[in-house]
């Protein structure tokens, strides 16, 4: 039998699924009686399609897998904590188990800005348990956001250098 370690693994390769497609590296796997039923990466910028998070895609996949949008005897494990429209599919999919690794202070809808899974007003709860393997999945998207800045910063370099050797 696998563990929370082992399935965020998992969600952690998706995620640098999404990384090499220049997505933001975020992963998610949907598991059924010890069994992986979906997994997905985030493809928004891709697609060009703002549902397109890895949780949102997940949960659409195994709803065809299972054969009913009620995924309840499911756990999802995903590398970021889930935003509000994820925790809300989260909740109207009816999983009961989400895992996450990293932390979103600012978008987080499971514990960081607010927790939506277990608000008592809906009719369905979910347990959420966070910091599985949450070094590395802070990593694998701090390490992707450096990177973009300092592709930005050698851009703006690059043209400043270009527009100074115009003017001589």
Same mark, same amino acid.
């Not at 897998?65 to 909740?91: D, F, H, K, N, Q």
């Not at 600012?106 to 910091?131: D, W, Y």
């Given at each position: 039998?696998?563990?929370?370690?082992?399935?965020?693994?998992?969600?952690?390769?998706?995620?640098?699924?999404?990384?090499?497609?220049?997505?933001?590296?975020?992963?998610?796997?949907?598991?059924?009686?010890?069994?992986?039923?979906?997994?997905?990466?985030?493809?928004?910028?891709?697609?060009?399609?703002?549902?397109?998070?890895?949780?949102?895609?997940?949960?659409?996949?195994?709803?065809?897998?299972?054969?009913?949008?009620?995924?309840?005897?499911?756990? &999802?494990?995903?590398? =970021? *904590?889930?935003?509000?429209?994820?925790?809300? +599919? #989260? %909740?109207? @999919?009816? !999983?009961?188990?989400?895992?996450?690794?990293?932390?979103?202070?600012?978008?987080?809808?499971?514990?960081? &800005?607010?927790?939506? =899974? *277990?608000?008592?007003?809906?009719?369905?709860? +979910? #347990? %959420?348990? @966070?910091? !599985?393997?949450?070094?590395?999945?802070?990593?694998?998207?701090?390490?992707?956001?450096?990177?973009?800045?300092?592709?930005?910063?050698?851009?703006?370099?690059?043209?400043?250098?270009?527009?100074?050797?115009?003017?001589?």
């Amino acid at each position: 039998m696998r563990t929370d370690k082992d399935y965020m693994r998992l969600a952690i390769k998706e995620a640098q699924k999404a990384q090499a497609l220049g997505e933001v590296p975020i992963g998610a796997v949907i598991v059924k009686n010890d069994q992986v039923i979906a997994h997905a990466h985030n493809l928004r910028e891709s697609l060009q399609l703002p549902t397109a998070h890895a949780e949102h895609i997940a949960i659409e996949r195994a709803s065809k897998v299972v054969g009913s949008w009620r995924l309840e005897e499911c756990t &999802l494990y995903v590398t =970021l *904590e889930p935003c509000v429209m994820c925790a809300g +599919a #989260i %909740v109207m @999919s009816r !999983i009961p188990r989400v895992v996450y690794g990293a932390v979103d202070p600012k978008g987080g809808c499971t514990g960081s &800005l607010m927790n939506l =899974l *277990e608000q008592p007003q809906f009719n369905h709860r +979910a #347990i %959420v348990e @966070s910091g !599985i393997l949450e070094n590395e999945c802070s990593t694998l998207l701090r390490d992707f956001f450096k990177n973009i800045r300092q592709q930005k910063k050698a851009l703006k370099q690059a043209k400043i250098q270009n527009d100074t050797n115009l003017l001589e």
